[in-house]
Nanobody, 120 residues
Framework: QVQLVESGGGLVQAGGSLRLSCTAS????????MGWYRQAPGKQRDLVAT???????AYTASVKGRFTISRDNAKNTVYLQMNSLKAEDTAVYYC??????????????WGQGTQVTVSS
């Protein structure tokens, strides 16, 4: 079973920065993609950013230009650098790892989440 451990969340003032980390229990190169999702109170869990095993990235519109997703294969870790934080970025942030097995079966693994609170 794959374990994903997130860290780096906390309380920050609007305009500040945080860097989230997600460390996997096995090589992240084995995953087709990894990503960050977030869930605010009373809302659904939404995609924030993804990165493929070859390094292609994608972002939801509201974080483009402010957030950067990256990966360090040697450390089995994916990062989310968050700059110019806004109150609306407040949420629990979850790490996701996705693998496709034999071109047919998709398995997804989730971390436990880390709270990010931005005060205005």
């Amino acid at each position: 079973q794959v374990q994903l451990v997130e860290s780096g969340g906390g309380l920050v003032q609007a305009g500040g920065s945080l860097r989230l980390s997600c460390t996997a229990s096995r090589t992240i190169f084995s995953f087709n993609a990894m990503g960050w999702y977030r869930q605010a109170p009373g809302k659904q869990r939404d995609l924030v950013a993804t990165i493929t095993k070859i390094g292609s990235t994608a972002y939801t519109a509201s974080v483009k230009g402010r957030f950067t997703i990256s990966r360090d294969n040697a450390k089995n870790t994916v990062y989310l650098q968050m700059n110019s934080l806004k109150a609306e970025d407040t949420a629990v942030y979850y790490c996701l790892a996705r693998e496709v097995i034999m071109l047919a079966t998709v398995k997804e693994y989730w971390g436990q989440g880390t709270q990010v609170t931005v005060s205005s």
